[in-house]
Nanobody
Framework: QVQLVESGGGLVQPGGSLRLSCAAS????????ISWYRQAPGKERELVAR????????YYVDSVKGRFTISRDNAKNTVYLQMNSLKPEDTAVYYC?????????????WGQGTQVTVSS
């Protein structure tokens, strides 16, 4: 059974930090790129950060560059999102997604999400 389980969300003051984790099981984790998305109330889900299966060439949306860091530990089947200098506009539900394309077919899985609230 495929599972992606996010954890680490919570309430934090502006300027604070959180580390999100995404633990995967049920598929070949090391073959998949992993992304973090977020969705704020009334807004579309947006891609925040992405790490390929190789762990190189990470991507960040401009609004989080220099503040967020994505990393993966293939031995633990886990991806992390270290979030520093958090701002109220970072408030959202954060989701992880695993995806790969093979023979022209995209395979992907989503987690259930974890709430991040940045507020004083």
């Amino acid at each position: 059974q495929v599972q992606l389980v996010e954890s680490g969300g919570g309430l934090v003051q502006p300027g604070g930090s959180l580390r999100l984790s995404c633990a995967a099981s049920g598929f070949t984790f090391s073959s998949y790129a992993i992304s973090w998305y977020r969705q704020a109330p009334g807004k579309e889900r947006e891609l925040v950060a992405r790490v390929p299966s190789t762990g190189s060439s990470t991507y960040y949306v401009d609004s989080v560059k220099g503040r967020f860091t994505i990393s993966r530990d293939n031995a633990k089947n886990t991806v992390y999102l270290q979030m520093n200098s958090l701002k109220p506009e970072d408030t959202a539900v954060y989701y992880c997604k695993a995806d790969r394309t093979r023979w022209g077919i995209e395979y992907y899985y989503w987690g259930q999400g974890t709430q991040v609230t940045v507020s004083s």
